[in-house]
């Protein structure tokens, strides 16, 4: 907390010596006030600081980087708040700008896809959510390396729309695939691996293989006690499954 106070007073000393033509500067201050309110759970200031930049941002010629970058983040604070809507507006911005920038699909717009495809999930719009998905993995598969832990991670999204709609053999394809990558690209104790055990739990648990929903489950605990605060939601979350597939076990076994 005393470093984003110490940020946070640098930012605004800095805004106030600054002269009034430094849009550039100051746009560049009020993102930093953003992300700074934004990671101590103040949205609405957030939100403040971000159109305050995308205002002087807008005002500079030859300065869209900076604009796509205001959009994106005005789109996650939206997305925070539950104003979808909203959020898929900045985001579509966003998208626009950066293809422009970069005159073709690049990462970057892919990760702009997956927050799109996010937003479906949120309205429960599955084919949606899996059309932005694709677009995303697609531009992924063409500007990473095949192992790279990014595509893990989308094909990891694309399981959990397969969960929701209830298509677990094709959630469990996916979660396998997302595990296969990560496990290539990242350090054996990378709480995103302990991500992918958690989902392949929690899809073992609704096909009623409990054993192996406790494989996986126990593998992502282990991780999570690593990486995460003991109250973190996940860790909580994966505590449950963990206690409510062993009761079930026992259940099981005493029948």
Known sequence: MAQYEKAESYYQLLLNELPTTD?????????????????????????????????????????????????????????????????????????????????????????????????????????DALKYHDKALKIQCECLPSDHHSIGKTYGCIGSVHFDRGDYDLALHFYEQSLEIKCKSLPLTHEFIGISHHDLGAIYERMSIFSLALSHLEKALEIYRLTLPPIHYRVVNVETLISRIKEKMTENNST
């Open 23 to 127: 849009h550039k500067t100051a746009a560049a201050c009020h993102h930093g006030l953003g992300v700074i309110a934004k990671r101590q759970g103040e949205i609405d200031p957030a939100i403040r600081h971000h159109e305050k930049s995308l205002e002087l941002s807008r005002a500079i010629p030859g300065n869209d980087q900076a604009v796509a970058a205001s959009l994106h983040s005005l789109a996650n604070e939206y997305k925070e708040k539950g104003e979808f809507d909203k959020a898929l507006d900045y985001y579509m911005q966003a998208k626009d700008i950066k293809f422009n920038l970069a005159g073709r699909e690049t990462a970057d717009t892919a990760s702009t896809y997956y927050h799109i495809a996010r937003l479906y999930e949120k309205w429960k719009k599955y084919d």
